[in-house]
């Protein structure tokens, strides 16, 4: 049975808007580089500024992102919540990003159709598709944040969505993807919500960082160690450096350990580390669990606020 | 809401339904002589079937076209690295499929999978592609077992690929048409490379 004419125009029709707004979303998406895996997303929030997940970034340093037209610009990190898992970057002034349209003539409702689209270092963008599942306010993360509104839907996460665009069926945005404030999957932060959160990042607010001076490498834990020591976890972190001075050295930490836990989060490789360094931390007494000389140690140590 | 949205929407449902009918005119139900089963295309040359290697380990397979008449194809040519064979059939087939051009798909197009997922008929899923194509697609979509083999068409009801593989996170893998079109011209492709090792598994 061959199909007519207006049955496949009307589908034809739709991927063809489909494709098109993801083009058009994907402009103001782009790469960012803050972790040894392979690049996560963001997006252009004004022309100098990138809003992204702050889970991606494993360290605070270092970070760079790509724009669309394939250009890597060094980025630096403003600040980032991790409560909320948003982080915002800035680039230099003559990098001129395109900033992310907005959808602000309906309200988003459950059963509506969303893109989800990133570009984790490729070229072209990649993307998913599915309805708005539900649409939230004022949820109390896992993390500790709490966000204003949230929206849920059913797009598939793929590797590297994170900090992307949640799209409308036109290309404009909705929302930043996070794959870690639901246990991996998807949830969009509204654009409101982003813009005051970026907002008080910005300034310094209340979303400052917990700091100890160290620099850290994810080790593997033996097995025989860990039976013998009765450790769960298969990775900590070894302290390759310590900032003279800073919380870490006073503390009595030293090069070698190897780090488990954090104020009694397990911490497994960078990204728990940037997660267990939250505001409540600051000027907090913390109990850190280690592996020093084969056998465990808990000492406590009062994390300093990050210097800017 | 507008009748027109709502128009729009049972338009569009339809259109699927449509889709999904016509295409599973020209799938196949294989199972192969040395087990593995899935599905096949009938292709747009007299007597040929297109599925994956991996569907078909044997000699020959058992297919099963629309209405249930059954029928035996002849492997008579197969490229491993490519997950490809091709399957010659004696008997009448159902018309063969239209081959779309997999190189102008752009992200974000509408794709809808018609297979045999985990042992459902003529299944449809839609979805969309992810990522910007090359001899492999990548779909945003969700595929089971039993979809190997099958058909990808656009949403021009055209076959732009043979849906092979998937990974955990809601993404899976068809070998495109310009891949299968290279094949039958006589490209075997280069050795399979660590695939396996992203977490992909064969459907």
């Known amino acids: 049975m061959p199909l007519s004419e207006s049955t496949s125009g009307l589908l034809a029709s739709l991927s063809d808007d489909l494709a098109s707004a993801v083009e058009r979303a994907g402009r103001s998406v782009v790469a960012v580089h803050g972790r040894n895996r392979f690049p996560a997303s963001g997006l252009a929030w004004q ?10 970034l494993e360290r605070d340093t270092d970070l760079s992102i790509t724009t669309p037209d394939g250009e890597r610009h060094a980025a630096r990190l403003l600040g980032r919540d991790p409560g909320s898992d948003l982080a915002v970057l800035v680039v230099a002034d003559d990098v001129k990003l395109q900033p992310a349209e907005r959808a602000t003539d309906h309200a988003l409702a459950p059963g509506h159709l969303v893109l989800a689209v990133g570009r984790p270092g ?9 309805a708005v599942s539900s649409v939230g306010g004022a949820w109390r993360t896992a993390q500790g944040g709490v966000l204003d509104a949230y929206i849920r839907a ?58 100890l001076g160290v620099s850290t490498q994810p080790v593997d834990l033996q097995d025989a160690l860990r039976s013998r020591l009765q450790v769960a976890q298969s990775t900590g972190l070894m302290l390759l450096g310590l900032e003279p001075g800073a919380p870490a050295e006073r503390g009595g930490l030293l090069l070698g350990d190897i780090v488990l836990a954090i104020g009694g989060r397990t911490v497994e490789d ?9 505001p409540a931390a600051i000027d907090t007494p913390t109990s850190i669990r280690m592996i020093r000389g084969g056998e465990l140690r808990d000492i406590t140590l009062t994390p300093a606020p990050r210097p800017s | ?81 490519l997950d490809l064979a091709a399957l010659q059939v004696d008997g009448e087939l159902p018309p063969g499929v239209r081959v779309g051009d997999s190189d102008a798909l752009r992200v974000g197009d509408l794709v809808l999978a018609v297979g045999n997922p985990m042992g459902e008929r003529n299944a449809p899923s839609l979805g969309i592609i992810a990522s910007t194509p090359h001899e492999v697609l990548r779909l945003s979509i969700t595929l089971r077992p ?44 280069e050795r399979p490379g660590d695939r396996d090792q992203d977490g992909l598994r064969w459907i």
């Open chain 1, 154 to 211: 059913d797009v598939a996460m793929l590797p590297g969505l994170s900090g992307g665009a949640l799209a409308d069926v036109q290309g404009r945005i909705v929302g930043m993807l996070s794959a870690y404030l639901a246990g991996g999957d998807p949830v969009g932060i509204p654009a409101a919500t982003i813009d005051g959160l970026a907002q008080r990042i910005a300034s310094g607010g209340t979303l400052r960082r917990a700091y």
């Open chain 1, 122 to 130: 490729t070229p072209e963008p990649i993307a998913s598709f599915g």
């Open chain 1, 47 to 56: 022309t100098n500024q990138v809003v992204t997940a702050a889970h991606v």
């Open chain 2, 146 to 189: 039993g979809n190997s083999g099958g058909a990808l068409v656009n949403a021009r009801g055209e076959v732009v690929g043979i849906p092979h593989m998937v990974t955990g996170s809601g993404l899976a893998l068809a070998v495109a048409t310009s891949t299968v079109r290279a094949f039958l011209q006589g490209a075997d492709g």
């Open chain 1, 270 to 278: 960078g990204e728990a580390l940037q997660m267990a360094l939250g």
């Open chain 2, 1 to 81: 809401m507008t009748l027109d949205v709502l128009a729009a929407a049972d338009t569009i449902s339809s259109a699927l339904h449509d889709l999904t009918t016509d295409i599973a005119q020209s799938v196949v139900l294989v199972r192969g002589s040395m087990g593995g089963s899935g599905c096949g295309v009938i292709w747009n040359q007299p007597g040929l079937v297109i599925t994956n290697h991996h569907v078909v380990p044997g000699r020959s397979a058992e297919l099963t076209v629309a209405g249930g008449r059954r029928l035996v194809g002849r492997v008579i040519r197969r490229a491993p690295a």
